[in-house]
Nanobody, 120 residues
Framework: QAQLVESGGGLVQPGGSLRLSCSAS????????MHWVRQAPGKLLEWVSA????????FYADSVKARFTISRDNAKNTMYLKMNSLKSEDTAVYYC?????????????WGQGTQVTVSS
């Protein structure tokens, strides 16, 4: 059974940085595209970023482009999201999700989420 566990969330001031991690188990991590998706209070889920199975192609929502960096270490079965220049509107629960089909924005497994709060 695939499992995804996020970590690294917390409270940070505007302009600050955080690095989220997503640890995967129960499947061959290097075979799958992976995604970060977030949900702000009272809002719908918002896709944030994706990375292909090899880690050499990355994709970002316009709202985070040039501020966030997605990466992965297939040897450690872990994906990361480095978030810089954080804004209050980045406050959300951040989920990692496994891509169901390569190159498509569909997900079949989700982590439990990690809270990111950007506030002074």
């Amino acid at each position: 059974q695939a499992q995804l566990v996020e970590s690294g969330g917390g409270l940070v001031q505007p302009g600050g940085s955080l690095r989220l991690s997503c640890s995967a188990s129960g499947f061959t991590f290097s075979n799958y595209w992976m995604h970060w998706v977030r949900q702000a209070p009272g809002k719908l889920l918002e896709w944030v970023s994706a990375i292909n199975s090899g880690g050499d192609s990355t994709f970002y929502a316009d709202s985070v482009k040039a501020r966030f960096t997605i990466s992965r270490d297939n040897a450690k079965n872990t994906m990361y999201l480095k978030m810089n220049s954080l804004k209050s509107e980045d406050t959300a629960v951040y989920y990692c999700a496994r891509g169901k089909v390569a190159g498509r924005w569909e997900y079949d497994y989700w982590g439990q989420g990690t809270q990111v709060t950007v506030s002074s």
